[in-house]
């Protein structure tokens, strides 16, 4: 009973502090002349991952859990998708789709290429060298954080010059400008705190559900972890959607995606035995798989961009949820 109110405490904690950090993130980018995409993609992302480096740094150093940090990260992707989709619900008239900017096709584009990296980098990685000086890293996953990068700053320059073509962004929110950079830094600084103090016991109340269980450390990783310290980004996406920031609530999930590819590279920085994603099981490159298969989806989502939902909810979010439980039902049929 005192696992499940920890639990319950922990999760609205970062509910709490996800919806204000959203929020937060909304008034920066009108205040700072940044697009919503971008700040979503990077600012926010990159705060409501710190659960998973955190989740993933104490898996592989405090007790020697490769399959579970890497579990972790390949179904929070995973989930993400799910989330996408389940967004739809909070669009009244139009799917999200066709609500969002395409920029985010080229979030999706790098986010598929660092997952088919893993994916390859789990089956086929005892092929390739060992980088000795770098803590026997994965010459694969090393090369997450250049593309990472490359990432940000191709979405930097394509949201900087599309801000440029329509300079409505500022005028729209004029009247939400008269925080102060101080009381927004302060109250983003101060989420971001909560989320990272609630999210770091997390993964200790995971391990209860594991011994209890006796489930794998696999499916234990790409299941229950993955739900659990994915929380921040669906307080961000949820709280984002519901004032109708749709741009802020995609691009914070897909930056979230392209942030564990760069929180796994750290994590096989540091498990020093060897390369961390040659010793973890293969039902990890399933996860990758069906992530990038949903990313496919989205693709072509934000490309064909209908307007009109099935009852009340469009093709492509129901296609993402079909994706999300056929992957799970293969995960546990083969625990």
Not at 201 to 220: D, H
């Amino acid at each position: 009973m005192i696992f499940w109110l920890q639990f319950v405490l922990c999760a609205a904690l970062i509910f709490f502090a996800g919806g204000r950090l959203s929020s937060c993130s909304d008034l920066i980018a009108d205040k700072s002349g940044l697009s919503k995409n971008w700040v979503g993609l990077v600012l926010l992302a990159v705060t409501a991952s710190s659960s998973q480096l955190v989740a993933s740094i104490t898996a592989v150093t405090c007790h020697d859990l490769p399959d579970l940090a890497v579990g972790g990260l390949m179904g929070s992707c995973m989930f993400n998708m799910l989330v996408i989709g389940l967004l739809d619900l909070f669009s009244a008239k139009k799917p999200v789709s066709n609500v969002v900017h395409r920029g985010h096709i080229l979030s999706v584009g790098f986010g598929i290429v660092l997952l088919g990296f893993a994916a390859i980098d789990i089956l086929f990685g005892k092929h390739l060298p060992v980088v000795q000086a770098m803590h026997r890293m994965d010459p694969i996953t090393l090369a997450f954080v250049p593309i990472y990068l490359i990432a940000m700053r191709l979405t930097f320059l394509f949201e900087a010059a599309r801000i440029q073509e329509d300079e409505r962004t500022r005028s729209e929110h004029a009247g939400q400008q008269a925080s102060s950079w101080y009381k927004l830094i302060t109250i983003f600084v101060i989420c971001a705190s909560t989320i990272l103090a609630a999210s770091s016991y997390l993964p200790y109340l995971a391990e209860q559900i594991q011994a209890q269980t006796g489930w794998s450390q696999s499916f234990i990783g790409l299941s229950f972890i993955a739900i659990i310290t994915c929380l921040p980004e669906v307080a961000v996406s949820t709280s984002a959607a519901r004032r109708g920031s749709f741009d802020v609530a995609v691009a914070s999930l897909l930056g979230s995606n392209l942030c564990y590819m760069v929180i796994l590279a750290i994590t096989d920085f540091f498990y020093i035995k060897e390369p961390l994603l040659r010793h973890v099981s293969s039902s990890n490159a399933l996860a990758a798989m069906a992530a990038i298969i949903s990313m496919g989806i989205v693709v072509i989502a934000l490309t064909y961009r209908s307007e009109r939902k099935f009852w009340f909810i469009a093709g492509d979010a129901v296609t993402l949820v079909l994706v999300y439980l056929f992957a799970n039902y293969l995960l546990f049929t083969a625990r």
